[in-house]
């Protein structure tokens, strides 16, 4: 087995990726939680659309953290987030460590 092989193996079982999915496969069969979520994406622009042009965007913002806050009330998403937030950290610390590598071989 490959070096490749051999981390995407052990990033498929780590305890981490392996509860994001199941998270992940409960909120995609909530069709409500699933509109929330695009709303506060959509919203989510919005906000750094009119913060980036210097307009307006205390509504934006407003309606941004009211929308956030019913998402973070459904039972499953306060850990789905965190665990998103834990993983990406996980991944670019992998990132990092391969760049080093590569640098060093260079």
């Known amino acids: 087995m490959d070096e490749f092989a051999r981390i995407k193996d052990h990033v498929k079982q780590d305890p981490k990726v392996v509860r994001y999915q199941e998270l992940e496969r409960i909120i995609h069969k909530d069709q409500a939680l699933l509109k929330q979520v695009e709303v506060l994406?959509?919203?989510q622009?919005?906000?750094v659309n009119a913060k980036t042009l210097n307009k307006p965007f205390l509504e934006i913002e407003?309606?941004?953290?009211?929308?956030?806050d019913q998402?973070?009330?459904h039972?499953?998403?306060g850990e789905y987030l965190?665990?998103?937030e834990q993983i990406n950290e996980d991944l670019q610390f992998v990132?990092?460590?391969i760049t080093k590598e590569i640098?060093?071989?260079l």
């Open 41 to 43: 994406k959509d919203l």
């Open 71 to 73: 998402v973070l009330d």
């Open 95 to 97: 990132t990092e460590i």
């Open 103 to 105: 640098n060093m071989d």
């Open 75 to 77: 039972p499953v998403m």
């Open 62 to 68: 407003r309606d941004y953290q009211a929308i956030y």
């Open 45 to 47: 622009k919005k906000l």
């Open 82 to 84: 965190d665990l998103v």
